[in-house]
């Protein structure tokens, strides 16, 4: 089983500022993590994914997210928040496979950022 | 880079009657997709696997017989509502195994 717990539903943050989004998992067996934007009335845009490779991820548009197994988290940051990260963020997690790793995805139950002027 | 489109993007039909969705894989072959659906401000949740050349599974709740998937070719997958009732209104939105973090761009059904 599986599951991830993405603490805050709103996080709002002047541009500029650090962006912090916590995810936090639970999974059975070695997981895969994604992180996952989605804009309104739009699909998902993949932002970054750990596949038990390094810990730290980079991914698009400035953002990184780090693995941690010892406090099963996969927070994603963001050093200088602006206004186009406006958005809602998931978080997944899926078990890790010998192949691509995308299996059945459990998400979480999104974060809005809001970006302050 | 791999793509998953949908068809259509958005869709209005009356209670009561089909609505069929496609999800198509556009420059790779998808032996296996994943259809999820999402209520207004709610995350996404899985329906079902789509296999080609077989049976679907669908996860724990989800009636079969109300969404109907078909997996006839490699690059295609089809949900259909059947029956829609107001309370299926929602954003679809599929994926494809094999092309990690692709989803399509989802499907807006209302139910009139």
């Known amino acids: 089983a599986q599951s991830v717990t993405q603490l805050g539903s709103h996080v709002s943050v002047s541009e500029g500022a650090l962006v912090l989004l916590r995810c936090n998992y639970s999974s059975s067996v070695p997981p895969y993590l994604f992180w996952y934007v989605q804009y309104p009335n739009q699909g998902l845009q993949l932002l970054l994914k750990?596949?038990?490779?390094?810990?730290l991820v980079k991914g698009i548009n400035g953002f990184e997210a780090e693995f941690k197994k010892s406090e099963t988290s996969f927070h994603l940051t963001k050093p200088s928040a602006h206004m186009s990260d406006a958005a809602e963020y998931f978080c997944a997690v899926s078990p890790a496979k010998a192949n691509f790793g995308n299996e059945k995805l459990t998400f979480g139950t999104g974060t809005r950022l809001t970006i302050i002027p | 880079g791999a793509v998953v489109s949908q068809h259509p993007s958005w869709v209005i039909c009356k209670s009561g009657t089909s609505v069929k969705i496609e999800c198509r894989s556009l420059?790779?072959?998808?032996?296996?997709m994943f259809w999820y659906r999402q209520f207004p401000k709610q995350s996404l949740m899985l329906m079902a696997t789509?296999?080609?050349?077989?049976?679907?599974?669908?996860e724990q709740g989800v009636e079969k017989d109300k969404f109907l998937i078909n997996h006839a070719s490699l690059t295609l997958s089809t949900l259909t509502v059947t029956s829609a009732h107001p309370e299926d209104s929602s954003f679809y939105i599929c994926?494809?195994?094999?092309?990690?973090?692709?989803f399509g761009p989802g499907t807006r059904l209302t139910v009139l």
């Open positions: 994926s494809a195994r094999g092309a990690p973090g692709y």
């Open positions: 750990y596949t038990s490779a390094a810990t």
């Open positions: 420059d790779f072959q998808a032996t296996t």
């Open positions: 789509s296999n080609e050349g077989s049976k679907a599974t669908y």
